[in-house]
Every structure is written in C-alpha cells, then in structure tokens.
C-alpha cells in the first residue's frame, strides 16, 4: 500500500522509500541486462536511452507519486524540465532512471540509479543503487553518509600532487587549468553518480567534470559525497543548486577542503566564493 505523505516533511521517511524503490529499479534492470534490449539515440548528443531505462522510470514514477502526491517530479526520462509544477512544489523527486546507460549497453554492470528528494534547492535524502555490484549508498541532509551501513567519510589526503582523481580524459587537457595541469593519477568510471558516490567512501580523493551537468546525474550522489565530508561546488567554486528551471549546473568538483582549494587554484580561482555544500551548511 501506498505510504501517506509525511508532514512535516520527513526526509528519514523519504530515504526509507528511496531506498525500497531503487531495489525494485535494479530488479527491473537486471531483467534487461545482457539482453538485446530496444534502444534509441536520443539526439543531440544526449546519448543513447533503452527500453529498460523507460521501464525503470514508469516504475519509479509510480512508486515514488503513489506514496508521496505532492512531490514534484524531475527525471532524464520524464517530460518533467519545463514542468512548472516541480518548481512550486515542496519537495521534489530527482531521478536518473539508469545512469550510464552506455556502460549498461555494453555490458558493464558500472551503471546506477539515482534517486534524491530535493527541498529548497538542496537534497535532503538521496540513495545511489548499483544493483549488479551490490552497493547501495544512502545519505540524509546533516545526518551522514553510508554504504550499507557502514558510514562514510571521505580520503584523508591533504595534498594534490598524485591524487587518485576521477575524471573523464579530456578535463585534464591543459588548456582548463590555467593555474597549471595537477599533476594527479586519472581514473574513471561511466556512472557521474557512482563517481561521486566514490569520493563520499574514499576511494578517490577527487572528482572533476568541468561540463556541465544534469541535476538528475549530480544531485543524490553529491549529498552522499557532502555528508561523507566532501566540499562539493560547480567548476566556478559557486555552490550547487537543485532543482532550478534550467536543472543543470556548471560542471563539479568535489574533493577534502584542502584537494578542493587546489583544485580551484589550479582551474585559475585563487579567491573563490566560499562553497557551501549541497545541505545548504558552508565548509
């Protein structure tokens, strides 16, 4: 049975439901994976999306609206962008039905689904579910960061010299960093999510995409990465918002407050904005 809205708002409660409704979306895609699923290019350089990642949304579409109607909804899937209701709306569902899609195409069990509820511009309970690798991550706005159960906190590394950095190659061209190239240790994965998810458990130290970026592919990951103890701002060192009518920001970074500085001095920001991360609270 469908669970009532909560009220007040009640963001444990929305983590729960998150957390039930990426199990049944990994179900539903691991139904698909392996298979010669129907696909489509999306056009424009959006990429390719397959059936399963049409499936998955209907599913989460249904779930998600049947125990919280007065949520807004903003999904890669839906035809949520220009949907003004989102915008007015109290709280409102962030969703990336599959996140790397191509990786889930080719046969690579890296993919993701994505899930946060944003309040006010700032996600305030989000889950990264990878379904064929067993992980789950979880955050919730000012309370922490896990993976299972397990709580998350991010690397120690204080210096960016030989950093263990996610970044898709072409960010490390030197023509972005004015303040000269870091001279780091690259690593990549297809998932931004997943991505993200791995600075919040200190896998990596660092996180740069200097594109800009979806909120449906940023914004659960970016809580679980900020709760873990991540400084989290777009390419400009500004903070992220959530939510807003365009939906995307301008690219991310995302480090420990002392990788973080240097990355910013090294992208030609020697005076960045303080950041703040994505519960709203300065770092």
Known sequence: MPVPDPAPLDPAADLALLTDAAAGAGAIAARHFGTRVKQWDKGGGQGPVTAADLEVNAYLHDRLAAARPGYGWLSEESDSLSDPARLSAAATFVIDPIDGTRAFLEGQKSFAHALAVVVAGRPVAAVVHLPLLNLTYRAIAGQGAWLGDRPL??????????????????????????????????????????????????????????????????????????????QITDRHGAPLAFNTPAARNAGVLAAPAPLHAGLLQALGLENPAPPVSPTGRAR
Do not use: K, N, Q, Y
């Not at 960016?160 to 240790?185: D, N, Y």
């Open 153 to 230: 906190t991010v690397s120690p590394r204080g210096v960016l010299t030989g950093a263990r950095v996610l970044a898709a190659r072409p960010m490390l061209e030197p023509r972005h960093w004015p303040g000269g190239l870091p001279l780091v240790e690259r690593h990549f994965r297809p998932s931004l999510a997943w991505r993200l998810a791995l600075i919040g458990e200190g896998r990596f130290d660092a996180m740069i995409t200097l594109r800009d970026a979806w909120d449906w592919d940023i914004a659960a990951a970016a809580l679980i990465a900020a709760e873990a103890g991540a």
